[in-house]
């Protein structure tokens, strides 16, 4: 059962796209949703580690420490996970779009994508301040790293264009190196099925 989902669309969708090897994040990503993403790579990955996982990302962002949780076990899992943006994939929802595997990530034409810097508020006496902060900077550091393995950029460039929000189109994201394709009108993408327009008009970087 997908956590986190609008109950309008019944539990049973979910599971149905989880046969089909499926994954849904659409809502902010949280400990609870972050759960379940992880035990549904891992179960996909351990029903057949030779076929691709698909992750679906329409989301706002969220949680820092539970979009590692998703990424280091997309990194884990044997099949390669291929990322599709649709909608808005914003801040921690960017980073996880980015995280697919090279070459199949993918971004539907009307998407936006949102890169900033991790935020957080601290209060308390001025050491626990002091640690939150100095916290921030790690993972700020640490995010700026892994967007800059994943995207080809120098981790300066990232720092520098994360400093403030950020936004991009989808041929600005695909430009950036967020993502290596813009899924077409005509393509068929529910399972990563290429049509004729994959190889004439796909927008490759």
């Known amino acids: 059962m997908a956590a986190e989902q609008p109950n309008m669309l019944g539990d049973s969708v979910y599971q149905r796209l989880l046969k089909s090897r499926i994954i849904w994040l659409g809502s902010e990503v949280k400990q609870e949703n972050a759960n379940e993403i992880c035990a549904q790579l891992m179960l996909l990955a351990a029903e057949d580690p030779d076929s691709d996982i698909y992750l679906y990302i329409n989301s706002p962002g969220g949680s820092v420490t539970a979009g590692m949780a998703i990424y280091d076990t997309m990194q884990y899992v044997q099949p390669d996970v291929v990322t599709v943006g649709m909608g808005m994939a914003a801040s921690m929802g960017q980073f996880l779009l980015s995280a697919g595997t090279k070459g199949k990530r993918y971004i539907t034409p009307h998407t936006r994508v949102l890169m900033h810097q991790p935020s957080g508020g601290a209060g308390g006496v001025a050491a626990d301040i002091r640690i939150n902060a100095d916290l921030i900077l790690a993972?700020?550091?640490?995010?700026?790293?892994?967007?800059?393995?994943?995207?080809?950029?120098?981790?300066?460039?990232?720092?520098?264009?994360?400093?403030?929000?950020?936004?991009?189109?989808?041929?600005?994201?695909?430009?950036?190196?967020?993502?290596?394709?813009?899924?077409?009108?005509?393509?068929?993408?529910?399972?990563?099925?290429k049509s004729d327009s994959d190889n004439n008009a796909e927008g490759d970087r």
């Open 139 to 193: 993972m700020k550091r640490e995010l700026s790293e892994l967007n800059a393995e994943h995207t080809g950029k120098s981790v300066e460039q990232i720092l520098q264009d994360s400093e403030r929000d950020r936004w991009f189109t989808a041929q600005e994201a695909l430009e950036y190196g967020f993502v290596d394709h813009i899924i077409q009108p005509s393509q068929a993408m529910l399972k990563g099925e």
